[in-house]
C-alpha cells in the first residue's frame, strides 16, 4: 500500500492542503491503494531530506522541501512534488488513467509556472493568513514566521478585511485569465485533455486542489465561496463536481 504524506488541518476535513488534494485526487482517481501519513509543516523537510530526496523547490531558499510526497513499497521509492509524483504514478501503474502523458510534461511545466504567476500570486495574500487559524498548533508558529518572512509582514497587515474587496476581484480577474486558457483549448469544459471530461489531467487536478483549499478556509456555506461557484459561467464550482467521485479523505 502507498505511504501518502499530506499536512493536517484543524477543519472537519483533515486533508485541505492544495497542493496535496492534487495528489490526494490523483490516488482516488487511479484507484491504488493508500494511507494517509500526517505531516506538520515544521517536520517536512526532514521527512524529504531522510528519503534523500532533492529540494522539490529549489529556486525557493525559503521552502525548498514540500508535500505531496509518497513512499511506494513496490519499488522502495520515495517521490515528491505533485507533477513528479503524477508521472511516476502514470508510469509505473499504466493500466491507470494517465494525467500527465509524456507528451504533454512540457506543456505542464509551463501551466505550473503560468498558474503560479496569476492565480497562486493572487491568491496567497487574502488566504494565508485566513489560513492560519485552520491549522494545528504544531504547524502554526512555523507557518505564521514563514509566511511573515515571504511577505516581510505582519500576518495581520499582509491583507487586512479591509482590502478583502480588492484581493477578491484581483483572485477572479486572475482565474479569468486562466477560463480564457481553457476557452481556446476545450470547447468551453473543464479538462486540459483532448475536450473531454473523461481525461482530466494533472492540470485539472491541481485547479481543482487550490480550489477545494479556497473552499475549505472560506467556508462552502459562505457568501465568498457562492461567488466563487458563480464566476465564469460556473466553471469552477463545475470543475469539483466532475471531481466529487475522487473526493475521498476517509484514508
Ligand atoms: N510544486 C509543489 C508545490 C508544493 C507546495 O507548495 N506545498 C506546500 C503545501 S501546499 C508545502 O509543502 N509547503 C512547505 C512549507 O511551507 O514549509 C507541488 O505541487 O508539489
Redesign the pocket.
Given at each position: 500500500m502507498i505511504i501518502f504524506y499530506d499536512?493536517p488541518s484543524n477543519l472537519p476535513v483533515k486533508a485541505w492542503?492544495?497542493?496535496?488534494w492534487?495528489?490526494r485526487y490523483l490516488l482516488n482517481l487511479k484507484g491504488l491503494p493508500y494511507r494517509t501519513e500526517w505531516v506538520e509543516?515544521?517536520d517536512?523537510?526532514g521527512l524529504l531530506k531522510s528519503f534523500a530526496l532533492p529540494p522539490?523547490?529549489p529556486d525557493d531558499p525559503?521552502?525548498p522541501?514540500?508535500?505531496?510526497?509518497i513512499y511506494d513499497p513496490k519499488t522502495k521509492r520515495a517521490v515528491?512534488?505533485?507533477?513528479?509524483?503524477a508521472a511516476y504514478l502514470d508510469d509505473e501503474y499504466p493500466e491507470t488513467p494517465a494525467v500527465i502523458p509524456k507528451e504533454t510534461r512540457a506543456f505542464h511545466a509551463a501551466f505550473?509556472y503560468a498558474f503560479?504567476a496569476t492565480v497562486q500570486s493572487a491568491i496567497a495574500p487574502l488566504f494565508l493568513p485566513r489560513q492560519l487559524p485552520c491549522l494545528t498548533p504544531a504547524s502554526q508558529p512555523?507557518?505564521r514566521c514563514?509566511?511573515e518572512q515571504m511577505f516581510g509582514a505582519k500576518m495581520e497587515d499582509i491583507c487586512p478585511p479591509s482590502k478583502w474587496a480588492m484581493q477578491w476581484a484581483e483572485i477572479e480577474r486572475a482565474f479569468g485569465v486562466v477560463a480564457g486558457w481553457l476557452d481556446g483549448a476545450s470547447d468551453g469544459r473543464v479538462t486540459f485533455l483532448g475536450g473531454a471530461t473523461s481525461a482530466l489531467s494533472h492540470a485539472d487536478l491541481?485547479i481543482a486542489?487550490w480550489l477545494l483549499?479556497m473552499q475549505f478556509v472560506v467556508g462552502k456555506e459562505s457568501e465568498e465561496w457562492k461567488a466563487v461557484e458563480r464566476w465564469h459561467g460556473g466553471r469552477w464550482r463545475n470543475l469539483l463536481d466532475v471531481l466529487e467521485p475522487y473526493f475521498d479523505h476517509s484514508r
Open positions: 499536512i492542503s492544495p497542493s496535496t492534487k495528489t509543516y515544521p517536512i523537510a522539490t523547490e525559503l521552502l522541501y514540500t508535500l505531496p510526497a515528491a512534488e505533485s507533477a513528479v509524483i505550473q503560479r512555523y507557518f514563514t509566511r491541481s486542489g483549499w
